[in-house]
Nanobody
Framework: QVQLVESGGGLVQPGGSLRLACTTSGWDLDNYAIGWFREASGKGRDGVSVISSDGRTTDYDDSVKGRFTVSRDNAKNTVYLQMNSLNPEDTGVYYC???????????????????????WGEGTLVTVST
């Protein structure tokens, strides 16, 4: 059974940091672009970041540029999202997602949405509050 598992969520004060991790059970991530999506209460699931299968290309939503960093360690079969300078608007359930973006296409949040997500994780809750 294909499964993506997120970890690292929790409660943090504004200005704080968290690092999320996404790993798999029983299959390799290294053939997939991995995206991070965020779903705030009552809102849709918005793209936050994406990283190419080889880790060389990344993309970020404007709301997190300069604060969030996505990276991957294919040897550990894990993708990370380092989140700094968190603010209450970053609160939500964070999902990682695996997708196949054709090599002729740029690796962006938009192309991941366009070509579709093959697998979703179950999410990890991030709450930024005093």
């Amino acid at each position: 059974q294909v499964q993506l598992v997120e970890s690292g969520g929790g409660l943090v004060q504004p200005g704080g940091s968290l690092r999320l991790a996404c790993t798999t059970s029983g299959w390799d991530l290294d053939n997939y672009a991995i995206g991070w999506f965020r779903e705030a209460s009552g809102k849709g699931r918005d793209g936050v970041s994406v990283i190419s299968s080889d880790g060389r290309t990344t993309d970020y939503d404007d709301s997190v540029k300069g604060r969030f960093t996505v990276s991957r360690d294919n040897a550990k079969n894990t993708v990370y999202l380092q989140m700094n300078s968190l603010n209450p608007e970053d609160t939500g359930v964070y999902y990682c997602a695996a997708g196949n973006i054709p090599s002729r296409e740029p690796v962006t949040i938009a192309t991941m949405r366009s070509y579709g997500v093959d697998f979703w994780g179950e999410g990890t809750l991030v709450t930024v509050s005093t």
